[in-house]
T-cell receptor
């Protein structure tokens, strides 16, 4: 099956620092990758959609300057949380989509970010 | 605006019994797909079942089946012969082809009791 990895799985950082989260599709090329945020016992909130070689599309209310998304290749997308603050603490999940026609998304295992 | 509603925050079922999780959605789009995802305590999202909206036949995957009522915009999940490993959060989701986006419901926490 299609496998998506995320790194790191858990990160703790100090307020004001930047954190980069990597999302990789290991055995397929993903035309699109999605980034979600999940609060405790809550649903997944779509943050942005990224396509290889183009700018990410952010959902309303998501600060694009705080959450920088780079989709450098068909197998790698990165989310950088810039100048992190405690309110950015959350569980971040990425998913990768093979094609729009075969629209199933394959999820990474998630990254727990804690900002002190 | 697209909405996905799961009205049951939490449900319990005895092992080996059958349980149905509810989901309703609202969209003005015609080209969409519906999904049920499972999120166990590990928090890894796992696809349970997928339904193309243009297909009338309900999707089935082993012990999992859906009751898709397009006119009513209802998409419930039936789990037969519940197993302890089915204990998880279950999310209903809609994929809108023209927007290439997924929208999730708030989730139902299912507890399977021995």
């Amino acid at each position: 099956g299609a496998v998506v990895s995320q790194h790191p799985s858990r990160v703790i950082c100090k307020s004001g620092t930047s954190v980069k989260i990597e999302c990789r599709s290991l055995d397929f090329q993903a035309t699109t990758m999605f980034w979600y945020r999940q609060f405790p016992k809550k649903s997944l909130m779509l943050m942005a959609t990224s396509n290889e070689g183009s700018k990410a599309t952010y959902e309303q209310g998501v600060e694009k300057d705080k959450f920088l998304i780079n989709h450098a290749s068909l197998t790698l997308s990165t989310l950088t949380v810039t100048s992190a603050h405690p309110e950015d603490s959350s569980f971040y999940i990425c998913s990768a989509q093979l094609t729009r026609t075969y629209n199933e998304q394959f999820f990474g295992p998630g990254t727990r970010l804690t900002v002190l | 605006a697209q909405t996905v509603t799961q009205s049951q925050p939490e449900m319990s079922v005895q092992e080996a019994e059958t349980v149905t999780l509810s989901c309703t959605y609202d969209t003005s789009e015609n080209n969409y797909y519906l999904f049920w995802y499972k999120q166990p305590p590990s928090r890894q999202m796992i696809l349970v079942i997928r339904q193309e909206a243009y297909k009338q036949q309900n999707a089935t995957e082993n012990r999992f089946s859906v009751n898709f009522q397009k006119a009513a915009k209802s998409f419930s999940l039936k789990i037969s012969d519940s197993q302890l490993g089915d204990t998880a959060m279950y999310f209903c989701a809609i994929y809108l082809y023209n927007f290439n986006k997924f929208y999730f419901g708030s989730g139902t926490k299912l507890n399977v009791k021995p």
